[in-house]
């Protein structure tokens, strides 16, 4: 297993690792169309506003609550173009026609993409509650999901997550078509990489480091056996102008280190 190593980082733009993530999670829209993007978490609302500045110019952005906005404000900022209204009816509505890409947080996952945001322990007598199912099943079943976990861990990458919230490859592939007809877990982006499913039984694959990690600190962080590629390349540097993007009109206020220090 080799991977890349620190010293051959290309550090000329003095990216930031929260950078690094910023770029990956913006990736996830790359080539998305019309759809509405869906970030969960400070890191992918600032990459879904990215992409939709530079290379996914059609992504439908909304303010959070119930409007659609035609302009990019920055993190935090009200938007000043409302092109739509979408409330709570209409944004179920939308999820089932599969017109969205969400990209949810998870505070366990494994190697099958099956995400738990509900519970840590035996769902009858949990040890911590969390947020709860949520419409985590719905999401990954209708439209495409990926994930943004900010400190990689194998308190996070578990071989079995407590509680399907998120439902996974094996999941869906057990119930059959109803059930795998539209799922698309496409990746997951933490602190330390890209991972996606690219495999023959879909389990989890490293397909990006971030600079300055290596495999095998992946590895150790990783609660089950992930497929590692013999050359594993780094995570795309962010260019000057998508640098200029994040730091002076997204993100100005650098809410992105404080998700992702450096």
């Not at 035996?122 to 947020?131: F, G, I, V, Y």
Request: charged share 20%; glycine share 8%.
């Amino acid at each position: 297993m080799s991977s890349p190593t620190a010293n051959t980082v290309n550090t000329a733009n003095k990216a930031t690792r929260a950078e690094y993530c910023v770029v990956a999670c913006a990736e996830a829209w790359r080539h998305a169309g019309e759809v509405l993007a869906s970030p969960m978490g400070t890191v992918p609302a600032i990459g879904a506003r990215l992409a939709k500045l530079t290379f996914a110019p059609d992504l439908l952005l909304t303010d959070g609550e119930a409007l659609l906005i035609g302009d990019v404000p920055a993190l935090g900022a009200r938007a000043q173009v409302v092109e739509g209204w979408l409330p709570y009816r209409q944004h179920l509505a939308l999820v089932a026609t599969g017109r969205r890409h969400v990209m949810m947080g998870a505070s366990q996952i494994d190697r099958h993409g099956n995400q738990n945001i509900s519970c840590i322990g035996d769902w009858a007598r949990p040890t911590r509650q969390l947020l709860g199912v949520r419409g985590a099943p719905i999401n990954t079943l209708n439209n495409p999901t990926s994930y943004w976990v900010p400190k990689h861990s194998r308190r996070v990458f578990v071989e079995r997550v407590d509680m399907v919230c998120g439902v996974g490859y094996d999941r869906a592939a057990e119930v059959g078509p109803s059930a795998t007809r539209f799922h698309n877990v496409t990746e997951v982006v933490s602190d330390l990489g890209v991972f996606d499913f690219a495999t023959p039984d879909h389990t989890m694959r490293l397909r990006s480091l971030h600079p300055g990690v290596t495999a095998e600190q992946v590895v150790e962080a990783t609660g089950f056996t992930l497929t590692v590629p013999d050359d594993v390349p780094y995570t795309r540097e962010p260019t000057a102008e998508e640098l200029r993007i994040v730091r002076e009109v997204v993100d100005p206020e650098g809410a992105r280190d404080r998700e992702v220090p450096a």
